[in-house]
């Protein structure tokens, strides 16, 4: 059965628990070229999707000698969903459909254990402080999740708020504070759950005529973790909910922790007395990682996988993937696969060659050329001084900016980035990336201008 060879292939490749946790519970169903899998919740499926589902698609096709060309992850509706890893048999639908006295079981363990199991609910248990990795543009973040962890309802971080772009390691820095908070206090009761399955379990609760429970599950936690509230708008009865569950969990000095893409001032589709009251405690900035803190991040994603990862290509990849971790994870997963597929060690060639696409995106996108014209523009300079000889620092300072994000955006040698600012030595680079360096740790200003290009580029 395709699913069983898949499985011991994926048995092999992944950590142990990596393999126990998130694959062995998924159920398999082959319909002519395609293979779909389920499982029990969209959490499981999103993960699923960014971490391992094109190294299951490879092994796919492989294993079925090409007849296999898609494999889909959905979220299953059935019985069957409600196992939990360690009931869950690595079957096939058809098998599960014909054990009801487990489902049942399962069921009833369920029902007895909801509460209990609800204080742990969707917490990843990959997502701690020893597994991330901190750098300049989360290291702030990542020291006040630990602060908050030791003076839990304090009002000077109560609710801390972490905001930023997609994929920056919000979501694991605030499950991180429950995992560390459950480990210290099994008996804690700690919720995370986003702003959109807030909203579903809210509506589902009037359905089923459930209201006071819900309200009494949400508003007798200890901790409450809730990603991407910005998604709540709009969601009118679910915004008032959310209100009134927020204040009591405040009145009662029991934390509340949130993220979003944005600042909360910043959230004008919301209603403003949540809004004002998102800002009553700590809000916290994560930044794109810089290239120092993405090496590192795929060197300890590939020591956690048992990858054996050389540091010259962790630089390439780094070089080339600057928007979030997510999408860091997802070009190292590209590399492991197509390193195993072909059956030779990771080096350059191989690097090379997974992230042909992306290398062909960001030719496109970010080149040298591209930086100076926006660096010109946002400093409102004529182009031809950012490459010109004059010294004056009204140039200098752009011009110095504009080789240190090449040097950090585009991969280019200093040779290459040199003779792209007018023919010039590559030791005058070099000293310009370090200045760029020492500027960003001392003027604030200057790295803020710095940060704010990055974005433009990255955008």
């Known amino acids: 059965m395709l699913w069983t060879d898949c499985l011991t292939r994926l048995r092999q490749e992944l950590s142990g628990n990596v393999f126990t946790m998130w694959i062995r519970p998924l159920v398999a169903e082959e319909l002519n070229d395609t293979l779909r899998l389920y499982a029990p919740n969209p959490y499981w ?82 997502f701690t402080f020893s597994l991330f990795v901190e750098g300049r543009s989360n290291q702030m973040a990542a020291e006040t999740c630990r602060k908050v962890l030791t003076q839990l309802g304090a009002s000077q971080h109560n609710p801390l708020f972490l905001y930023g772009p997609t994929g920056l390691g919000k979501t694991h820095l605030m499950q991180a504070v429950g995992n560390a908070l459950l480990q210290a206090k099994p008996n804690a009761r700690v919720m995370y759950m986003t702003a959109e399955s807030f909203v579903q379990d809210f509506v589902s609760s009037l359905q089923q005529g459930k209201v006071e429970e819900f309200k009494k599950n949400c508003r007798s936690l200890d901790l409450l973790l809730v990603d991407d509230i910005h998604l709540l708008a709009g969601k009118e009865a679910s915004l008032v909910e959310f209100f009134y569950t927020f204040n009591a969990l405040l009145d009662e000095s029991k934390q509340i922790i949130l993220t979003s893409d944005r600042y909360p001032k910043e959230l004008t589709e919301l209603d403003a007395r949540l809004v004002s009251r998102f800002s009553w405690g700590l809000s916290v900035g994560v930044e794109p990682p810089d290239i120092e803190t993405r090496i590192e991040i795929l060197l ?160």
């Open 45 to 126: 499926t999103r993960y699923i999707q960014e971490h391992h589902l094109e190294l299951i698609t490879i092994l796919a096709e492989q294993m079925s000698e090409g007849r296999v060309r898609k494999v889909e992850i959905l979220v299953d509706s059935r019985p069957g969903a409600i196992l939990s890893a360690n009931e869950q048999p690595a079957t096939t639908t058809a098998a599960l459909q014909s054990a009801p006295a487990a489902v049942s079981k399962a069921k009833k363990e369920k029902d007895e254990t909801g509460n209990k199991n609800s204080r742990k609910r969707l917490l990843n248990p990959l």
């Open 300 to 459: 300890k994603k590939a020591e956690s996988s048992g990858v054996e990862l050389p540091r010259n290509c962790a630089l390439f990849i780094a070089q080339q993937v600057v928007a979030n971790v997510r999408e860091l994870e997802g070009a190292l997963n590209k590399v492991v696969a197509i390193s195993r597929f072909k059956g030779t060690p990771i080096d350059l060639e191989v690097v090379r060659e997974s992230l042909k696409d992306v290398l062909a995106i960001r030719a496109r996108t970010i080149s040298t050329e591209n930086i100076q014209r926006v660096v010109s523009e946002y400093f409102r300079i004529p182009l031809k001084e950012i490459v010109g000889p004059k010294r004056t620092r009204i140039y200098a300072r752009p011009r110095q900016l504009a080789m240190g994000l090449a040097r950090e955006l585009t991969g280019d040698s200093f040779p290459e980035i040199g003779m792209a600012f007018g023919g010039r030595d590559h030791s005058t680079v070099m000293h310009a990336c370090e200045k760029v360096i020492s500027l960003r740790e001392e003027d604030p200003i200057f790295n803020e201008d710095y940060k704010n290009l990055q974005r433009l580029l990255q955008s």
